[in-house]
């Protein structure tokens, strides 16, 4: 940047003041060097503990690599890639984290509004009791969590099947995760139950920035509730709404403590962080395991760029960089 | 407000309070249930006994539980000192200070943030065994630092940015020197925040699960999350589940009572960070 030159600028056209830069004071130089002086290490470690891993699974993945036989490790290219492709279990593991994430965070989204709306407007007195209760679940351990609603479905230190043998299809030999529909619905409810919080706090902020005013002027307007949701309060807290789902959508995609304490990916709940970890850590196969993190890992990529591109979410705004 | 609608409000604040509490109380049940109770089908015990708090601290499933405890309290705490001191220094550039590097810094914490952890692991497995690292502290530590450094550089960021820092200006001309300005003015503003971020940082080091597993193998270095989702029973005849349920119970009561305390500052961290007109 300091080397830009003035044609340049000029031609990138009036966007930028690119030629008052091409004089970089003092000051300003000083203050550069503070500030990576100050912010060069931690800047450093993130990229060490995460890029230089992710290089090493990209080489990993292109060898025939088993940790029981390192002997024969064996460049394959893009074979390890194939070989995930082209197995319906990578496929299969891929649609169940996918089902995971559209039916938790659709649900996370309904509930977390709710929430939010009764955070926002409950009365002083209860409100910071509420917001203290809320950031419970958020608190717990993920695997407590999971335990928690295991227990109680498990078909035989459970209360659910004695509590719910009035609902059809509920009786006391009601094996909850016996198949794959009644394991997926405890999977995302306990899911739903430690994460909603995360994500009703966010829209709770994201209201409280929804002026005032405007709902004031949509009611004496004669506005009904819905309307008033849906012309004032949502277009207004849109950025708000889009940074929860960017980050849940993010974060159920990467769903792996619950399926472990719960399922160990029997019945076909396998999801994708499971398969990477059993390829790798269960049979050692290092080159496989890493093919399948390295896609993993282009799927997070893939998702929070569709959000940012496609949704258009302002990560300034998910940045505090306001 | 009416009498009505008052009381309406404090049906909702205790269907709130049902939610998040449910479970929890369950859990607390479940883990005062002596084994021959475990299946009677309802939600509390029938007689309340201590049997497996007793199991867990000092009986049988002790040898594996308490070494978890100090696992995880020892990673956890340095993983969170490093990663605050080290954003603190961040947060201040990036509050205070005019440099294009910011953004940069603020977009990489962002996609590290967002990392498949399940990614990270895979090459470090491997690594780890070469180098010496596997089943080791250290061997948590650094990677820990992927979650809970991103988060810190952000949450610091945000309250750094709420600090006025002309104060410490302001300090000066009154006479202070800059050490005092900074001491007595800005460390006492900023301490709140970077304490909030530890809490914070905290809480993610200690859930992880997937690190936990992974690059650890005994007693030396398996922290509770792992140790929970691996516990088989002290024999094989034995059922953990009311062993599981203790310990759940005993690694989170102290982070309720965090929460409950400085929940006000907690809620500011998470929400600034990430949500900011």
Not at chain 1, 286 to 309: E, P, Q, W, Y
């Amino acid at each position: 940047m300091t080397t830009t030159q003035a044609p340049t600028g000029a031609r990138t056209g009036a966007s930028a003041p690119a030629p008052v830069k091409k004089q970089v004071s003092d000051r300003a130089k000083a203050e550069r060097k503070l500030g990576w002086m100050l912010a060069g290490p931690a800047m450093a470690v993130m990229l060490l503990v995460t890029a230089y891993p992710i290089a090493q699974a990209v080489y990993d993945s292109l060898f025939d690599y088993r940790l029981t036989d390192p002997e024969n490790r064996s460049f394959t290219g893009l074979s390890n890639y194939v070989v995930v492709l082209t197995d319906q279990l990578w496929w299969q593991s891929v649609g169940v984290t996918l089902l995971i994430t559209l039916i938790t965070v659709a649900v996370e989204l309904v509930l977390g509004f709710a929430l939010a709306m009764v955070m926002n407007k409950a009365l002083k007195a209860i409100r910071p009791f509420l917001r203290a209760v809320i950031l419970i679940p958020y608190a717990v351990i993920t695997v407590v969590s999971a335990f928690a609603w295991q227990f109680a479905f498990d078909i035989n230190t459970g209360f659910v099947n004695s509590w719910f043998a009035w609902l059809p299809g509920v009786s006391a030999e009601t094996d909850w995760f016996g198949d794959f529909g009644t394991s997926l619905f405890v999977i995302c409810l306990a899911e739903i139950w430690k994460t909603t919080p995360f994500i009703s706090l966010l829209l709770l902020a994201g209201l409280a920035q929804v002026p005032e005013v405007l709902q004031e002027a949509a009611q004496v307007d004669g506005a009904t509730w819905w309307q008033r949701m849906r012309r004032v309060t949502i277009p207004n807290m849109k950025a708000a709404i889009m940074v929860a789902l960017l980050f849940r959508t993010l974060d159920a995609f990467r769903v792996f403590d619950s399926i472990f304490v719960m399922t160990a990916g029997a019945n076909g709940t396998e999801t994708v962080s499971f398969l990477a970890y059993r390829q790798t850590i269960s049979r050692l196969e290092i080159g496989l395991g890493s093919a399948v993190s390295v896609l993993l890992f282009l799927a997070v990529v893939l998702i929070a760029f569709i959000f940012i591109k496609g949704f258009k979410v302002d990560l300034s705004q998910a940045r505090g960089d306001g | 407000m009416s009498t009505k609608e008052k009381t309406w409000w404090y049906v909702a604040g205790i269907a709130i309070a049902l939610y998040a509490l449910f479970p929890i109380a369950w859990i607390v049940s479940l883990s005062f249930k002596a084994p021959s109770d475990l299946a009677n089908g309802s939600f509390l015990p029938t007689a309340f006994s201590g049997e497996n708090y007793a199991l867990i601290l000092n009986g049988d499933a002790s040898s594996l539980f308490l070494p978890a405890l100090r696992n995880s309290f020892g990673i956890c705490l340095i993983a969170t000192f490093i990663s605050v001191f080290l954003s603190m220094f961040a947060a201040y550039a990036i509050a205070r200070l005019d440099f294009p590097g910011k953004k940069l810094i603020l977009g990489t914490a962002l996609g590290v943030a967002i990392f498949p952890v399940i990614s990270i692991v895979t090459p470090l497995f491997n690594l780890w065994r070469q180098i010496g690292l596997y089943d080791t502290w250290p061997g948590l530590i650094i990677p820990y630092l992927s979650l809970t450094l991103p988060l810190s550089i952000w949450t610091m960021s945000a309250f750094f940015r709420e600090i006025p820092w002309e104060m410490e200006q302001a300090a000066q001309v009154d006479g202070a020197t800059t050490w005092q300005a900074f001491r007595k003015v800005i460390v006492p503003l900023a301490a709140p925040g970077v304490f909030t971020t530890a809490i914070i940082a905290f809480f993610i080091a200690w859930n992880d699960f997937v690190y936990g597993i992974s690059l650890t193998s005994t007693g030396a270095s398996r922290p509770v999350p792992a140790a929970l989702g691996l516990f088989s029973g002290a024999s094989q005849f034995e059922d953990p589940t009311g062993a599981i349920a203790a310990a759940a119970v005993i690694v989170t009561i102290p982070v309720v009572i965090l929460v409950l305390v400085f929940q006000r500052r907690i809620v500011a961290g998470l929400t600034n960070g990430a949500v900011k007109g």
